[in-house]
């Protein structure tokens, strides 16, 4: 069975075609620049790159030269695009109406219409990726994988905020999630590797990149997550600000004259380790800066080790007992000093890293001492290849 996986972002699309009788990625590839001057495709096949520089005005246009790509003579996969069994579509924000992955149909467009309150870039974004494949694969089927979804079995004491309860009921405010996608994956590839069932499994899934989140996963299932209504709850990201006082943003608002709507670009763009250091909101270049004695980037990699402390903790404490502390994602997977850096402190609970262990990049690894309490672990995420899994289960559950 082949499956197409598609990302799109408003300008963006990202898409990996999969055989999934091996699991095996066939092609993967971005188109930038979506509706702007200067789009292009790159197609990457093993180690070849395969580009495609012309206007691209809308995402259907995206898709078709995606298409054409994926059946290129020369540079493609697939001799025909019937060949594609179905395609899996992330999507970003599916409320409370949307529990699991799921065959696309009027009710879960609805739900993405309904949410787009919440996410008002991705959800039209992604929706535009699905129109495309509705119009260029008619009869292929779609699926939707919602980053949200996997959060759904969060308790109300760990997702409703301390404001007056008609907020949640009227207009449904309170905290959702997201990496959803990859924590599931987490969850499962963990459980396979310590031997477990996934429902006898607890983790903490530390999902760091540039954007963050910690999930406190009980059972097999999410408990509780840093992220809230928007990815904007949390760690101190990229260009998140992540947790604050909320009276910061009133009294800016107030005083600083600030719309809505460039208060939301402030603390989404303009913030987080980037806003602090004033240097990057990357990692790589943050530790780099850090070394050669730039105060604020340092105090930036502090905030964020500091808080992710606080999440691993405190949810530790909520689901009682933890078989895993897990990293993943592009700062978890590679950053040696900050996992370091994180876990520092966790010796007084009898939680230790290895050094020699934790000098490891991606992959799937035990880097705790083995006298840990606690197993902490590096495990890279593969959010595509969730979806794909997604996919063809719901495709074959459907025949
Ligand atoms: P996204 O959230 O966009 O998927 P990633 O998960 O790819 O992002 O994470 C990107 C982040 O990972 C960047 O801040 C980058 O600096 C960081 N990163 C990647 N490699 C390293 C490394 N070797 N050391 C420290 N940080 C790294």
Do not use: W
């Not at 993943?328 to 850096?341: A, L, Q, V």
Request: glycine share 8%; proline share 2%.
């Amino acid at each position: 069975m082949k499956i197409l996986v598609i990302n799109c972002g408003s300008s963006s699309l990202k898409y990996q075609l999969f055989n999934m009788d091996k699991e095996e990625v066939m092609v993967k590839g971005l188109v930038e620049r979506i509706g702007i001057e200067g789009s292009r495709l790159i197609q990457e096949k093993d180690d070849d790159k395969y580009i495609i520089e012309e206007s691209m005005k809308d995402h259907t246009e995206a898709v078709s030269h995606v298409f054409n790509a994926l059946v290129d003579k020369e540079n493609g996969v697939i001799s025909e695009l019937s060949e594609i069994d179905a395609v899996g579509h992330r999507f970003v924000h599916g409320g409370e109406k949307i529990t699991a992955s799921s065959i696309i149909n009027d009710e879960v467009k609805d739900a993405i219409n309904e949410y787009t309150k919440f996410a008002p870039l991705h959800n039209p974004a992604n929706l535009m990726g699905l129109k495309a494949c509705e119009e260029l694969l008619p009869g292929t089927p779609n699926v939707a994988v919602f980053d949200t979804a996997f959060h759904q079995t969060m308790p109300s004491k760990t997702f409703l905020y301390g404001i007056d309860y008609k907020y949640y009921e009227e207009d449904g405010i309170r905290k959702y999630g997201f990496h959803g996608t990859s924590h599931k994956f987490i969850t499962n590839k963990t459980a396979e590797l310590l031997g477990k069932d996934v429902e006898d499994l607890n983790i903490i899934s530390c999902h760091l990149g540039n954007g963050s989140s910690i999930t406190a996963i009980k059972n097999g299932k999410s408990y509780d997550t840093s992220m809230g209504l928007t990815p904007l709850e949390g760690l101190i990201m990229g260009t998140r600000s992540g947790d604050m006082d909320p009276a910061v943003i009133t009294y800016l608002m107030e005083n600083k004259n600030i719309s809505p709507k460039d208060m939301e670009n402030l603390l989404n763009k303009e913030s987080g380790v980037y806003g602090v250091s004033g240097v990057s909101s990357d990692f790589r270049d943050l530790e780099d800066s850090a070394k050669e004695g730039n105060e604020r980037a340092q105090i930036a990699l502090d905030i964020f080790q500091t808080r992710a402390k606080r999440y691993i903790a405190g949810y530790m404490a909520e689901i009682g007992s933890v078989d895993a502390i897990v990293f993943t994602g592009g700062i978890g997977e590679n950053s040696i000093n900050m996992r370091k850096d994180i876990l520092d402190g966790f010796q007084q609970f009898g939680i230790e890293i290895d050094d020699e262990k934790n000098n490891v990049r991606g992959g799937a690894h035990v880097i705790s001492t083995d006298d840990s309490k606690v197993k902490v672990m590096v495990v890279a995420t593969n959010e595509e290849l969730m979806i794909a899994r997604d996919t063809k289960e719901l495709v074959e559950l459907d025949k």
